[in-house]
């Protein structure tokens, strides 16, 4: 058989330093450099981010590489990660429990009820998604689905979610009647209704915030409207479900973008172009289906107070990773390789994902 590259032998850490230095790569301390190794693993370390430190179309690395560069650059990755997977997890309870509180409210807590085909959309792939969510529930024997299996015979759609991917719950969410998916998108988006108008969960009316009434002249255009903020939501949860399952395999967050892209004129509904212009968007794809469009749509779904929390995360790991010339280098040159805005935080912070009541107030009257 064919190979383009002799064997693969053992090598021991003196070897790998050696290599390293014959390919341009600075070792100040020795010692140190093989407790990265060892910490680390050279894969992890060197072959993971070449790319981002050697000379293009070479294997010798840029000149002044320090291997500590590549540490900082693998720490300030690895941080990253650590805090935007725990924000994904947040989202995906929210979303949980928004579709479960609908499904028991609309259905009943029985999976003979909830999960009945006969109650949502597309009844052939229905059948299909009902039949293997169950298949799940049935197999599974941890608490607290077996708890609720042996004290009452069946179990709620609250612990029935539990059982599920973020990817399968999307799935689930893909079958909803209309009724129950704008539920679901209007408790999700940060949607600007006037607090003394309350409307039932049904009505459509729910998913319009007063700065887009004035676009509203008939109800086909509330109905065209609220079509519009399905499908985007649908798209957000998809690329965050990308993305954190690229997180949950340790998968590099520099150029990775999901399959699912958001577009400029749905996003432009919830942010202005003081976080993403026209020009970024459509030139440089700023905000589509890269690491920003993920941030972007993790601010707008998440609950109000996450949302702030992740990103006050954000600007603690900006601070931690700034606070010396060598440091401060290395996050740049990384945000680079993301292809984010060096203002990319204070971007997001511009989101309006909550009004004050005074403001609320002001921008009702201009309004009505």
């Not at 294997?59 to 650059?73: A, E, M, R, V």
């Not at 607090?195 to 459509?204: E, G, I, L, P, V």
Request: proline residues 3%; hydrophobic residues 35%.
């Amino acid at each position: 058989m064919y190979t383009r590259h002799s064997e693969i032998t053992f090598k021991n850490y003196k070897h790998m330093i050696n290599k390293l230095r014959d390919k341009g790569m600075i070792i100040d301390n020795e010692y140190l450099a093989i407790e990265l190794l060892k910490s680390r693993g050279y894969y992890n370390l060197i072959n993971r981010y070449k790319e981002e430190f050697t000379i293009p179309n070479t294997k010798n690395f840029q000149p002044n590489t320090h291997i500590t560069d590549l540490y900082y650059y693998h720490r300030i990755e690895d941080d990253l990660r650590n805090i935007l997977f725990k924000f994904t997890i947040n989202f995906e309870q929210r979303f949980k429990e928004t579709m479960s509180y609908i499904l028991a409210k609309q259905l009943g807590v029985s999976p003979k009820k909830y999960l009945d085909p006969i109650n949502f959309r597309n009844k052939r792939k229905a059948k299909s998604i009902t039949s293997f969510i169950l298949m799940q529930v049935e197999k599974c024997n941890d608490n607290p689905t077996k708890y609720y299996k042996d004290e009452y015979d069946y179990v709620p759609p609250w612990i029935m979610l539990s059982n599920l991917s973020l990817g399968q719950t999307r799935m689930l969410f893909s079958i909803f009647p209309y009724s129950m998916t704008k539920y679901v998108v209007s408790e999700l988006l940060p949607i600007h209704n006037y607090r003394n108008k309350k409307y039932d969960y049904q009505s459509s009316l729910r998913l319009v915030a007063y700065e887009n009434m004035g676009n509203i002249r008939n109800d086909s255009d509330i109905d065209k409207f609220v079509l519009q903020l399905i499908e985007t939501t649908r798209n957000m949860i998809t690329i965050i479900k990308d993305f954190r399952n690229a997180f949950a395999h340790g998968n590099r967050i520099v150029n990775f973008h999901s399959s699912q892209s958001l577009k400029y004129n749905s996003l432009n509904i919830f942010i202005k172009e003081n976080t993403v212009t026209r020009k970024e968007f459509f030139n440089n794809g700023l905000g589509r289906n890269d690491l920003f469009a993920f941030l972007i749509s993790l601010i707008l779904l998440m609950d109000k107070y996450d949302s702030i929390y992740m990103i006050d995360q954000l600007s603690i790991w900006e601070k931690n990773n700034t606070k010396s010339q060598h440091s401060k280098t290395s996050f740049y040159k990384f945000i680079k390789s993301c292809r984010l805005p060096t203002n990319f935080i204070q971007r997001l912070e511009k989101i309006e994902i909550e009004k004050t009541i005074a403001k609320e107030k002001e921008d009702f009257r201009q309004f009505f």
